[in-house]
């Protein structure tokens, strides 16, 4: 058989496979959701949410925390993943539109781009934003203890915290590598940070190595790599091995329930 009959044949398989197991979305893992995703649930509710998570922040003095929130169903989230998305909550003075100065929390996030889709930048919202474009509402929330709280109030928004990002996005991003990041490899690089005061991300990286349990992604390998073919969120450029790994919330909850004495997980769900 000649080459190009060869190449011919393989495009056949792989594109009734396709049309049989579609590619992996970005959503389907611990990436970010597109900040332009269209609403799923009524602006009252997202408000009132927003509002009710804020209220359990600040009741228990959290001055940082993890936010997670569900972008996708959790029928359609491979085995051990939840929520889809995660960044930190600052309580800070905002200024609102009326030109009042209030008290309440604002979001630091790693969003996914939307024109780009295998590239995120480093946007500040607030939870009301946060919670725009989730499927259900629900919110994990870590408070790390008050040290590292202190810690991380220190370096978020400052350039070491900025030097953290990696532009190149994979929604199953490897929290052990360079070159890709996602949403909550970008949290868990801001941690480690705060936790052992460099900015230095090789040193970061080697301390990730030793001690944090990344999740494995249960996906089957054929539908992965159809996925890194076929949609420019998903990659395995980073992922030396099978199964891929990632961080996500619950990952990073374990990590500083074992490491971070006194920090705090909970969920908030609507009343």
């Known amino acids: 058989m000649g080459m190009a009959m060869r190449t011919l044949l393989l495009a056949a398989v792989m594109a009734a496979a396709f049309a049989l197991q579609p590619p992996l979305a970005a959503a389907d893992f611990s990436g970010a959701p597109t900040q332009q995703a269209a609403p799923a649930i009524a602006a009252a509710q997202v408000i009132a949410f927003s509002k009710k998570v804020e209220r359990e922040l600040a009741a228990r003095g959290a001055r ?28 800070s003075e ?7 100065r209030v008290a309440g929390y604002a979001m630091y ?23 725009a474009a989730v499927k259900k509402l629900e919110a994990g929330l870590i408070i790390p203890s008050p040290e590292l709280q202190r810690r991380l109030l220190e370096l978020i928004d400052t350039p070491a915290y900025r030097s953290l990002h990696e532009r190149p996005y994979s929604a199953i991003a490897n929290p052990y590598t360079l070159g890709k990041q996602n949403c909550t490899e970008f949290v868990l690089d801001v941690v ?30 054929f539908k992965l790599v159809l996925g890194s073919l076929f949609s420019r969120e998903i990659s395995l450029s980073d992922q030396p091995q099978m199964p891929p790994v990632t961080a996500t919330f619950e990952t990073i909850a374990r ?17």
């Open 192 to 221: 480690q940070a705060a936790i052992y005061r460099t900015s230095d991300i090789r040193v970061l990286k080697a301390h990730t190595r030793a001690y944090f349990a990344a999740q494995p992604v249960l996906v089957g390998p």
């Open 109 to 131: 996030n790693d969003y996914q781009s939307d024109d780009e889709p295998d590239t995120s930048s480093l946007v500040q919202d607030y939870p009301v934003d946060f919670y």
């Open 255 to 271: 990590y500083l329930q074992q490491y971070d004495q006194g920090s705090v997980v909970f969920e908030v769900l609507p009343d």
């Open 64 to 91: 940082v925390a993890i936010v997670a929130r569900a972008g996708r169903p959790a029928s359609e989230m491979p085995p051990g993943m939840r929520y889809t998305h995660a960044g930190f909550a600052v309580y």
């Open 94 to 100: 905002i200024l609102t539109a009326d030109g009042r």
